[in-house]
C-alpha cells in the first residue's frame, strides 16, 4: 500500500485549503462592513465561493469513498491515530456544515444566493427575521470552531515533519511524476 496521497486527492485538499482560508479571511472581514454596495458584493462572492467549497467537498468524499487514505505510522500511538481520524471527521462535517448553515441563514434572511449572478440557488426555508438572526450565530460559530481545527490540523502536521519527522506532512504535498 502506498504511503502517499493520490495526485487527485493533494489537488483536491490544497485547493479546498485554498478556497476556505479566502473564505474564512473575507467572511470575517466583511461582516462588520457598514451596508454598502461593496459589501453586498462581497457578501455575493462569498456565497459564490462557498457554494464551490459545498460542491468540491462533495467531489472530494466521492474521491474518498474510493480511495483509501494511506494509513498513518505504525509508531503512532493509538491515542494519536484516534485523535487524527477524529480531527479530520470534525474537518469534513464543518466543510459540510458550515455552506448548509450559510445556505440556510441567507433563506431565512431572504437572500437568494444567485451562483456566480446567472445560476438561482433555491432557498430552504421561508423568511424569518429571528431564524435568520439566530443562524447567523450558528454559522460564525461554526466558523470560529472551524477556524480552532484547522489551526491543530495545521499543527499536527507540523509537528510531525518537525519533530517527529515522519511522512504525515510529506504524502499530501506535491511531488512529481507521482502516480494518479
Known amino acids: 500500500m502506498t504511503r502517499r496521497y493520490t495526485s487527485t486527492a493533494i489537488a483536491l485538499h490544497w485547493l479546498m485549503a485554498i478556497l476556505i ?5 473575507l467572511g470575517f472581514y466583511m461582516q462588520d462592513l457598514p451596508l454598502s454596495p461593496e459589501k453586498l458584493k462581497l ?8 457554494v464551490t467549497a459545498f460542491l468540491l467537498v462533495l467531489v472530494r468524499l466521492a474521491w474518498r469513498a474510493g480511495h483509501r487514505p494511506p494509513p498513518l505510522p505504525e509508531t503512532m500511538a493509538k491515542p494519536l491515530q484516534f485523535a ?21 441563514m441567507s433563506s431565512a434572511k431572504g437572500f437568494q444566493t444567485v451562483w456566480f449572478g446567472v445560476l438561482p440557488i433555491p432557498d430552504l426555508l421561508d423568511k424569518n427575521k429571528e431564524l435568520g438572526d439566530l443562524l447567523q450565530t450558528v454559522h460564525m460559530s461554526l466558523n470560529l470552531l472551524f477556524a480552532a481545527v484547522i489551526a491543530g490540523h495545521v499543527g499536527a502536521a507540523l509537528k510531525h515533519h518537525f519533530i517527529d519527522k515522519d511522512d504525515i506532512l510529506s504524502r499530501m504535498l506535491p511531488q512529481h511524476g507521482e502516480p494518479k
Open 21 to 25: 482560508f479566502g473564505l474564512l479571511a
Open 43 to 50: 457578501y455575493s462572492w462569498h456565497k459564490w465561493a462557498g
Open 84 to 104: 487524527a481520524h477524529a480531527g479530520h471527521l470534525a474537518l469534513y462535517a464543518l466543510m459540510l456544515a458550515i455552506p448548509l448553515s450559510g445556505w440556510l
